[in-house]
T-cell receptor, first 111, second 113 residues
Framework: EPEVTQTPSHQVTQMGQEVILRCVPI?????FYWYRQILGQKVEFLVS????????KSEIFDDQFSVERPDGSNFTLKIRSTKLEDSAMYFC?????????FGQGTRLTVV | DAKTTQPPSMDCAEGRAANLPCNHS???????VYWYRQIHSQGPQYIIH?????ETNEMASLIITEDRKSSTLILPHATLRDTAVYYC??????????????WGLGTSLAVNP
């Protein structure tokens, strides 16, 4: 199973601060995703990234969010000005064939 | 919204087969059935997927009814480490840019000693 490494595993930030969540997938995958899961709720799709550009995004993924693949291996999710309701587990995933492989997640706590 | 319906919880004795049902009565001809699981807020883990034929891999078996409106995931010899939330998801395998997974609440499987 392809390994997906996410850093940090846990981040605490103050409301209004910017955070960057990082993911290291294998570079020969084409599709990358970010999902999030608020405690006790469903996993929610945020954004998909194909061929170095966003291919689909959800209503959650507003102007406060952005994604990049700056060096061809790392895949980042940036939240510009965090809100309390951004507190959640954030999962990066990559797709091999049609199966998605997920990282262990970053727990973001906004205080 | 998720196109699947699953029971919220199930129990299984360790060593016995766990049979997890899923209804997907509105599945279309191009949509596959995928199963993932999530162990205690860890990242979801891919298990298996299928179109219309039964599938088996090292983790599980997937039985899809002939009309494709329902399926069953079978863990043949459940262990305590199989305790997790199991998600049944339908998705068009060749979805182009519409490849996201839409998650429901899944089935919380408790494997008991």
């Amino acid at each position: 199973e392809p390994e997906v490494t996410q850093t940090p595993s846990h981040q605490v930030t103050q409301m209004g601060q910017e955070v960057i969540l990082r993911c290291v997938p294998i570079s020969n995958h084409l599709y990358f995703y970010w999902y999030r899961q608020i405690l006790g709720q469903k996993v929610e799709f945020l954004v998909s990234f194909y061929n170095n550009e966003i291919s689909e995004k959800s209503e959650i993924f507003d102007d406060q969010f952005s994604v990049e693949r700056p060096d061809g291996s790392n895949f980042t999710l940036k939240i510009r000005s965090t809100k309390l309701e951004d507190s959640a587990m954030y999962f990066c995933a990559r797709e091999l064939n049609t199966e998605a492989f997920f990282g262990q997640g970053t727990r973001l706590t906004v205080v | 919204d998720a196109k699947t319906t699953q029971p919220p919880s199930m129990d299984c004795a360790e060593g016995r087969a766990a049979n997890l049902p899923c209804n997907h009565s509105t599945i279309s001809g191009n949509e596959y059935v995928y199963w993932y699981r999530q162990i205690h807020s860890q990242g979801p883990q891919y298990i298996i997927h299928g179109l219309k034929n039964n599938e088996t891999n090292e983790m599980a078996s997937l039985i899809i009814t002939e009309d494709r409106k329902s399926s069953t995931l079978i863990l043949p010899h459940a262990t305590l480490r199989d305790t997790a939330v199991y998600y049944c998801i339908v998705r068009d395998r060749n979805a182009g840019n519409n490849r996201k997974l839409i998650w429901g609440l899944g089935t919380s499987l408790a494997v008991n000693p």
